[in-house]
């Protein structure tokens, strides 16, 4: 079946700009996480999706920074006044997420939108 | 103290050898562990998880995982230059489902 999707898949803003990302989930997966990954650097976490409940949103880095996941499936990234430090890559990822049962907990990224501020 | 750390690299060995990459973790209480694969330019792909003590192997790959020891390493046999990737281990501790990455390993395989 269809993997995760993930628009724009390159996005420039200049500096003070809003911008959003969105995500499509594969079907069926109850999970969904967005992590934001730098040059050279593995993958970190930003939030955490179980259905349309945002369990975990820890990793944001600043207010500037929200996410929604309103119907339980697509997601949206939304970061406000983007600031320099801002560029890198968001990736989104899908999990099964059901308790119990080997192969639940293996998330599946998207491609990623590369977002470079200007 | 990084939670994953992945402190060799970048690796580079000749075609047809053993690739061997190596990761250690902090949290005692991690339940399972994955190795991802990324190409320059693109996003992770998943290639071997591992939930118990001991070598699971799949294809070329075996991964390797010790608790006691919170090291677990991903071993490619016959390695092809289309090996040539950063590798990512993943660590889950069942805390908030969130994965841990450490920041990868570079392998080339030179042909």
């Known amino acids: 079946g269809a993997g995760v999707s993930q628009s724009p898949r390159y996005k420039v803003a200049k500096r003070g700009q809003d911008v959003a990302l969105r995500c499509d989930p594969i079907?069926?997966?109850?999970?969904l996480f967005w992590y934001q990954q730098a040059l050279g650097q593995g993958p970190e976490f930003l939030t955490y999706f179980q259905n349309e409940a945002q369990l975990d949103k820890s990793g944001l880095p600043s207010d500037r920074f929200f996410a929604e996941r309103p119907e339980g499936s697509v997601s949206t990234l939304k970061i406000q006044r983007t600031q320099q430090e801002d560029s890198a890559v968001y990736l989104c990822?899908?999990?099964?997420?059901?308790?119990?049962?080997?192969?639940?907990?293996?998330?599946?990224f998207g491609p990623g939108t590369r977002l470079t501020v200007t | 103290q990084k939670e994953v750390e992945q402190n060799s690299g970048p690796l580079s060995v000749p075609e047809g050898a053993i690739a061997s990459l190596n990761c250690t973790y902090s949290?005692?209480?991690?339940?399972?562990f994955f190795w991802y694969r990324q190409y320059s330019g693109k996003s992770p792909e998943l290639i071997m998880s591992?939930?118990?003590?001991g070598d699971k192997e799949d294809g070329r790959f075996t991964a390797q995982l010790n608790k006691a020891s919170q090291y677990v390493s991903l071993l490619i046999r016959d390695s092809q230059p289309s090996d040539s990737a950063t590798y990512l281990c993943a660590v889950y501790t069942g805390a908030n489902s969130k994965l841990t990455f450490g920041k990868g390993i570079t392998l080339s395989v030179r042909p």
């Open positions: 949290d005692r209480g991690s339940q399972s």
């Open positions: 079907s069926g997966h109850v999970s």
């Open positions: 591992i939930y118990s003590n």
């Open positions: 990822a899908s999990s099964l997420g059901a308790s119990g049962g080997i192969g639940v907990y293996e998330q599946y």
